[in-house]
């Protein structure tokens, strides 16, 4: 399967612990973009990167969040000290950046993080 | 403010049925639009992309119609079946700049038999 991949499908945690997500894009693309998601919302876009830069950042990504890209494949997205508000669907995707905005977003199935 | 408002945000119909998904936008300056069609529990599969000077474009059963005058789009599903309830999200994305879509909140669509 050649298309993106998120690790783990679901992950279940206790408030105040840290939780790292894992995503792995599809292997030509060089954009990749998180993304969080609550029941009955679209996704709301967290941070992308451009190779292994990191270009955008959503005012959603408090300082307990961190994002890398460190070899411009994989992304981890980290968050420290977790809150219930933290609960909800984390979204991976990736794109091939050809320079205008037609690029179709690839997703992944997603992290679903719940907070205890 | 780039905006994009989807409606209704439930819908319930019979197998077989019609029916007709609306999303309004804001996004300006505009440069295409996206029906994504999300199952539950799974990421956003892309249905159609439409650009500025696209009015309609039909991928299987689904048709999807622009009025850029307007700021409005359609899905149309045909003949609904049991595998199309999902959520059905419109994203529009504007050109120029970093190029990150904007994302509707989606309809709910259930089909019954």
């Known amino acids: 399967d050649t298309g993106v991949s998120q690790d783990p499908r679901h992950k279940i945690t206790k408030r105040g612990q840290n939780v790292t997500f894992r995503c792995d894009p599809i292997?030509?693309?060089?954009?990749l973009y998180w993304y969080r998601q609550t029941l009955g919302q679209g996704p709301e876009f967290l941070t992308y990167f451009q190779n292994e830069a990191q270009l955008e950042k959503s005012r959603l990504l408090s300082d307990r969040f961190s994002a890398e890209r460190p070899k411009g494949s994989f992304s981890t997205l980290e968050i420290q000290r977790t809150e219930q508000g933290d609960s909800a669907m984390y979204l991976c995707?990736?794109?091939?950046?050809?320079?205008?905005?037609?690029?179709?977003?690839?997703f992944g199935p997603g992290t679903r993080l719940t907070v205890l | 403010k780039n905006q994009v408002e989807q409606s209704p945000q439930s819908l319930i119909i019979l197998e077989g049925k019609n029916c007709t998904l609306q999303c309004n936008y804001t996004v300006s300056p505009f440069s295409n639009l996206r029906w994504y069609k999300q199952d539950t529990g799974r990421g956003p599969v892309s249905l159609t992309i439409?650009?500025?000077?696209?009015n309609t474009k039909s991928n299987g059963r689904y048709t999807a119609t622009l009025d850029a005058d307007t700021k409005q789009s359609s899905l149309h599903i045909t003949a609904s079946q049991l595998s199309d309830s999902a959520s059905y999200i419109c994203v529009v994305s504007a050109s120029g700049g970093s190029y990150i879509p904007t994302f509707g909140r989606g309809t709910s669509l259930i089909v019954h038999p």
């Open positions: 439409m650009t500025f000077s696209e």
């Open positions: 995707a990736s794109s091939l950046d050809r320079g205008t905005p037609y690029n179709e977003q690839f």
């Open positions: 292997s030509e693309h060089n954009r």
